[in-house]
């Protein structure tokens, strides 16, 4: 096997991988969540202040060092702002055209940037194997993406604008992976890049939602900030600290084969919570990625 197929399968990365999935598959019903009185910019603002001031909570308590020189920062903002500004600003504006459902099957995508770039930039190699198995994931995202299109009641346009939106997010969310598995950032303690990350993330999330929406917009409902709490705690402070730490051990590729499989984490959460109904398109397409998963995570040296 390869070094990054063995260090995958260790405890040290196939836990926090398996809990990272976890998170992120639930999320798509909480942010839905949060769309209505408060404009989704300062939505998103929000949730990197309570994460942002978490991780600078764990470095202190930690003793990790918070002094990253001039270097640091600009690798901070190089990361942060593509991260924590673009990728959740086209995230929450797509679930305003399309269902929480298809914006995570879309998302999926985020293996073919991630693992082209990787070998583009970083050299990392991909084995016919993998190769195989990431084209019989697809191939189930796809049935996945096909079986959303027909549950849409939004209009095609909207369908449309949304999935464009997504793949922005997508887009940039590849860019800050790849950045992680540079040597420069991999020499840096995750904890304290990415507190200052996330400071970049919220001055420029903060300045385009007051540039676009005006002054902070606050909702009272209690809901609201519990999913707040919930997205800026566990699904951004706790699991990026996670999905980073697995990106720097297996690379890009493999780490972003959490997105294969949180649309199926996320219609599993739609059936215990919106009643959503299994058809045998979505069955045949959380099988194949699945399938595809084991494959590709099994990939050996030709």
Do not use: C
């Amino acid at each position: 096997m390869t070094d990054h197929d063995s260090a995958f399968l260790q405890p040290r990365v196939i836990i926090p991988f398996l809990v990272i999935t976890l998170i992120w598959g639930s999320t798509w019903i909480v942010i839905k969540d949060q769309l209505g009185t408060v404009p989704p910019p300062w939505s998103v603002t929000y949730r990197f202040v309570i994460a942002g001031a978490a991780m600078f909570v764990v470095a202190a308590a930690t003793g990790t060092s918070l002094r990253i020189g001039r270097e640091g920062h600009a690798l901070a903002a190089l990361f942060g702002v593509p991260q924590f500004f673009l990728n959740f600003n086209f995230v929450y504006a797509a679930e305003q055209h399309i269902t929480s459902g298809l914006v995570a099957v879309v998302f999926a995508l985020l293996l073919v940037p991630n693992s082209a770039l990787a070998w583009l930039f970083l050299k990392h190699r991909i084995t016919a194997r993998f190769l195989i198995g990431s084209a019989i994931a697809t191939v189930g995202v796809a049935l996945l993406f096909v079986q959303e299109m027909r549950a849409s009641s939004a209009e095609p346009g909207a369908v449309l604008l949304g999935i464009g939106l997504t793949l922005l997010g997508v887009l940039s969310a590849s860019v800050a992976n790849i950045m992680q598995a540079t040597q420069r950032l991999r020499a840096r303690p995750i904890t304290s890049m990415l507190a200052w990350g996330m400071v970049y993330g919220v001055i420029a999330n903060g300045l385009f939602a007051f540039a676009t929406y005006g002054p902070p917009v606050i909702e009272y409902r209690l809901g609201y900030w519990l999913g707040l709490l919930y997205l800026g705690l566990i699904a951004s402070a706790l699991a990026f600290t996670f999905y980073f730490g697995i990106i720097r051990a297996v690379g890009p590729g493999r780490a972003a084969y959490s997105s294969l499989l949180v649309p199926i984490i996320a219609m599993g959460f739609s059936t215990a919570f919106e009643d959503y109904g299994w058809s045998m398109l979505a069955v045949a397409g959380g099988g194949l990625a699945l399938v595809g998963l084991f494959i590709a995570l099994r990939a050996r040296r030709t």
